[in-house]
């Protein structure tokens, strides 16, 4: 089955800079790769995401970028906020008929004022 | 409000003891996932159903079971409660077409085994 492994754990960033989170995957089939957000206690809530046919797509202060032949994605935030504070999630859509999303380990950000 | 909803929100209980926790899809979504999460810990996928169907498994003990009825609520039974079994449990649904599809989350139900 699909193996997903997301880097950092933990990510501490002033306000206004740059924050970076990757993820590998080991299923060079799979073909779905959505970002979550989840504050504490709350619902994960789906922040932008990218097919396997596009390499890159930007929503605001948000992008992802996909590297299909090394397997792996990544989530840049720029102009980092304190609101951007949260536990982010990578995952995999397995390219199957009815697709189940393995999830990465989480990344908690914190962005300090 | 990402329009599934689960019940209930939170549920105290003893090692032993049996729950069900509930779920409504969103509107028009046929497909219902079940996730853990316990405490810091990422999403673990327990199953999935679509229109009334189990359609994949992924780490669900033998202890827990789910179905899917007729108008496409689900329910997550778990028995014989151990204290590793406090988690947030949330599901999911989704429209099922060719494709990658977006998973909505509902607002999961916090379980506590005493």
């Known amino acids: 089955g699909e193996n997903v492994e997301q880097h950092p754990s933990t990510l501490s960033v002033q306000e206004g800079d740059s924050a970076v989170i990757k993820c590998t995957y080991s299923?060079?089939?799979?073909?779905?790769f959505p970002w979550y957000k989840q504050e504490l206690g709350k619902r994960p809530q789906l922040i932008i995401d990218?097919?396997?046919?596009?390499g890159e797509k930007k929503d605001q202060r948000i992008a992802v970028t996909l590297n299909k032949t090394a397997k792996h994605f990544s989530l840049h935030i720029t102009e980092t906020q304190p609101e951007d504070s949260a536990v982010y999630f990578c995952?995999?859509?397995?390219?199957?008929?009815?697709?189940?999303?393995?999830f990465g380990t989480g990344t908690r950000l914190l962005v300090s004022p | 409000d990402s329009g599934v909803t689960q019940t209930p929100k939170h549920l105290i209980t003893a090692t032993g003891q049996r729950v069900t926790l509930r779920c409504s899809p969103r509107?028009?979504?046929?497909?219902v996932y079940w996730y853990q999460q316990s405490l810091d810990q990422g999403l673990q996928f327990l199953i999935q159903?679509?229109?009334?169907?189990?359609?994949a498994k992924g780490n669900i003990l033998e202890r827990f079971s789910a179905q899917q009825f007729p108008d496409l609520h689900s329910e997550l039974n778990l028995s014989s409660l151990e204290l590793g079994d406090s988690a947030l449990y949330f599901c999911a649904s989704s429209v099922v077409r060719e494709g990658p599809n977006e998973q909505f989350f509902g607002p999961g139900t916090r379980l506590t085994v005493l």
């Open positions: 995952a995999v859509g397995e390219n199957t008929g009815f697709q189940k999303l393995v």
């Open positions: 299923d060079s089939a799979s073909n779905y």
């Open positions: 159903y679509y229109n009334g169907e189990e359609r």
């Open positions: 509107s028009g979504d046929l497909s």
């Open positions: 990218i097919r396997s046919n596009v």
